[in-house]
């Protein structure tokens, strides 16, 4: 049974920074693709950045640049920096896993319950 559990959110100042945390169990990193997702109130949620087996990396066009995703493949722990946050990035963040390669797709079959990012 996979669990994903994501911390790290929280509020913060335009410009400022965060680091989202997603720590699974039942599954190991190094065999799963992983993303970040996010959702606005009223909105569909919509992805953030991906990252496969190997480590490559997707990201949404906006946000490359300013958001970085990593994982650690030991501690089975996925990351999302996020830098010069925006009013606008105010949203719940997801983490999913899936064994396929799904990049931005929103068909991960595990997800976690959120963390929220307010920025001011």
């Known amino acids: 049974h996979v669990q994903l559990v994501e911390s790290g959110g929280g509020s913060v100042q335009a410009g400022g920074s965060l680091r989202l945390s997603c720590a699974s169990t039942g599954l190991e990193y190094k065999t799963y693709a992983m993303g970040w997702f996010r959702q606005r109130p009223g909105e569909e949620r919509e992805g953030v950045a991906a990252i496969d087996r190997s480590g490559s990396t997707t990201y949404a066009g906006s946000l490359k640049g300013r958001f970085t995703i990593s994982k650690d493949n030991a501690e089975n722990t996925l990351y999302l920096q996020m830098n010069n946050l925006k009013p606008e990035d105010t949203a719940m963040y997801y983490c999913?896993?899936?064994?396929?390669?799904?990049?931005?797709?929103?068909?991960?079959?595990?997800w976690g319950r959120g963390t929220q990012v307010t920025v001011s």
């Open positions: 999913a896993a899936d064994f396929f390669n799904l990049q931005l797709s929103r068909q991960y079959s595990s």
